[in-house]
Structures are given as C-alpha cells and as structure tokens.
C-alpha cells in the first residue's frame, strides 16, 4: 500500500540519497521503515513497496517477476533489510522543480519553457515531496470512526464550496484564506489515510452541480498530485484552483450547462468562455497564487491544442493544469448527465488512456490517476475469478488491477468477512465489475497501454 514514513532520526529524502542493493540480497520479513524504489536506468522513481511493507517472500518474487533486479534503498535501511551486498550509491537524475511564477504574469502569455523531459516525465520524489507525509494504514480495513470523521469533513465541504461560489459572483471575488484553509485540510486528511480521503473525491457526482464536482476535482487532483511527488505549495496551489474552476459557469446562461441535448457550435463557444470569466475575476482578487490561477483558465486546455479557451498546447499548458484536466474530464465521465448515463470508471480510464494516446491529455498526468484511483476505484464491486463478490477497499498503486477487496463468505451461518490484497494472490484476480465483463487478459493489456503511454 502507498505511504511515506520518515525515516529514524527524522531524515528525509528523495532518492539521490538511496543506495541500489540486489534483489536476492533482500531479507525476508524484514518491515520496511522507508519506501523502496525501482534502481532500473531512468525508472528510479517508481515506487516499488512503501514505508510500514513486509518484505515477505511472495513480494521479492513478485519483484523479480515484474523484471526488478535491484531495488533503490534508503541508507538507514541497507542493513537491517540486506543479506549484505551493495552496489555502489545510486544517484537519480536531477528533477525539474515548479516554483510559483509571480503573480505579475499575465494569464494571457505563455508559460516559460519547460526544464528538459525528465526520464520518467512527470514523477519526482524529492526531500519537500509531500508524499513523505503519508502514514501507511496500520491495517487493511476502513477505521469507521475516521470513515465517520471524512463524511463529516467532506459534507461540510460541500456546503462551505457553495457558499464561496455565491460569494464568487455574487461580490465579484473569493477568498484566499478560506480556499487555502479548505486544501490544507484536504492535505491533513491525505496524510492520514490516503484512500479514506480519496474514496469520496472519486464519487460520480449526480448533484450540487458546479460545486461539488469542483470540490471533488480538487481533491482528486490532489491525490494525484501527491502520488506525482508535488511539494505542499504545489498542492495548495492546485487544490485552490480546482475549487474555484468551474466558478465561471455561474456567469453563462444557465441552460447551455443543465441542457438534455447536446449544444450546437454557437452555444459551446459560449460555453467555453467560462475559464475567461472565472480568470478575469481571480485577476481582481488579491493574494491568489499563479498556479490557482493558471489551474482555473487553462484547465480545459488539450496538449494537442484542441482545448479551450485559448487552445494553448504542449509547454504552453502549466503543469498543475495538465493534472487537474485529467481528475475533472474523469468525474466528468464517471457522472450522470441528464442526457447520458456516468461510465463505469473502468470504462473512463480505458477513454482517457486512448485519448492520451492521441495527444490530448499528459501521460504523467493520467499514469497519476492510475496510481490514484486504480483500474478498479474504492467501492467498487467486482467479482473475483473464483466466483465471489468482493468490495475494493484500497488500491495497490503501480498494481492497477490488483486492489485490496473484502469478500463477505456466506458458506456458514454466521457471514464472515475477509479482506484479500489481490496484489498478494497469484491464484485470483478481477473478472467482472458491476455490468461490465472483463477480459482475463486485461492487466497485461492494460500494461501494455501504459507503457505506451510513458514513451509518448
């Protein structure tokens, strides 16, 4: 399972500071005190296992199977978890950084242009990562008083978005410290459990339309910005312009967004003008960071260029839009409108994969969804090839189809429940979701696609 703990001695670190050691080197059932990473050329930051794993047998045979020959390994740690044995320190290449521009910078002129394509585009793992905040689960299972504590969080939320859109229009401008207030809680609940939060981010929204799918936006992009390795600024910064995004949609007229037909060319122009209306209100509002800013106007920007309202393309689109186009077009698509049912979210990553195969979306950006969300998103109900029904209660990250499910065993009088990490079993896996078949090929299938994706 995903999560960071700080290492003994409060050190922290990105993997310039890891050592490569020998999978066979590898001690059995020693408990990881921090994450181990992929030591492959130009693969250093996949995450491989987190902080709080057992290095059972079963996980250092799956590594060796998935090609991993040597595993990135904090200093701290070489010796308790080696047999002994190390290759010489490895250093990963240099990341690029997203720093706040100034807030100087008209939204109406291109980003600088970007550091060179990093080897593994998009990813990083650096000291200031908020990912090393993460706290592994201490156990599989949902803790229902925290599961209690988010509904109370996340409803509230609701409400309090609502209010700001009000405000937003109603007074001509927002306000930053409430915005801010809002992502840092977001944060704080992500460092506590990751899927617990990400659980109703990942929701179809069926109501509370514009504000509950701005609020559910930010709190995906969120996540996947975490996975992505974003510094805390970065994702204070997206959360802050994901909840405000769809602002601009309360100044167009009502029916071209609560329409039961689809628009002709003249209304989805004038659609289209809502980034414009939010951006040029953000523009009045003083302390609004950049990247807010650039998150509301360039959202619905296409790397390809065929996005709006600028149609701005490839290094003209700011990073942490790029993140959060690919969190709001999924919600977009897992979530009933009046004139079309959601997709199921299998059905969603498979049409985000394929449009980022044509160009429209980062690869990066979609590889964090993946990691995030899973081919299979929390509360999913799947069956498993052994015939019974199981509920998705965490995700596995790098291992799309193979989430954690709790399967309810009816065989005996009393129901028992049993959670399985399908990441762990080599005998089960996913074949059905709920109205969808699922080939038995589609983990290979869907690797295939994502290695596709990373060459892009």
Known sequence: MLGQKTPRGGKTGGTSDYVSIPVSNLRVNALLQTAIYDARPGLQHILLLAAGRVLTESEIEALKRRGVTAVLVHPSEVNRISEGGTSAKTTAPSRPVLRPQSTSHSLHHSPQAPDPKPAYPGFRLERDSFLHRLQPPNELSRNPERAAEFDRSFEQNIGATAEIYEEFIDAGGVSPQRLGRMSEQHLHEISLDFDEFLSRGVQPVAKNYPNQHALQTAMLAESMGVIMGLR??????????????????LLVPANLHQTDRPLQLTERLELQKHPIYAADLLNRTRNVPHGAKMVVYQMHERLNGTGYPRQRQGSQIHTLARIAA????????????????????????????????????????????????????????????????????????????????EVIDTSDTLPKTELIDLSQRTDLQVVTTIGQTISPTAPSDTAATEAEILAT
């Open 232 to 249: 805390e600024d970065e994702l204070l910064e997206l959360g802050f312009g994901c909840m405000i995004h769809d602002a601009g949609m």
């Open 326 to 405: 690919v969190a709001d077009t999924y919600l977009a698509m897992v979530s009933p409108r009046s004139f079309r049912p959601g997709l199921p979210p299998y059905k969603a990553v498979e049409k985000l994969l394929f449009a980022t195969r044509q160009g429209y979306f980062d690869p990066a950006a979609v590889r964090g969804l993946l990691h995030a969300v899973s081919l299979f998103p929390l509360g999913s109900l799947v069956q498993l090839s052994d015939g019974r029904t199981g509920k998705v209660v965490r995700g596995n990250r790098d291992r799309f189809a193979q989430p954690v499910v």
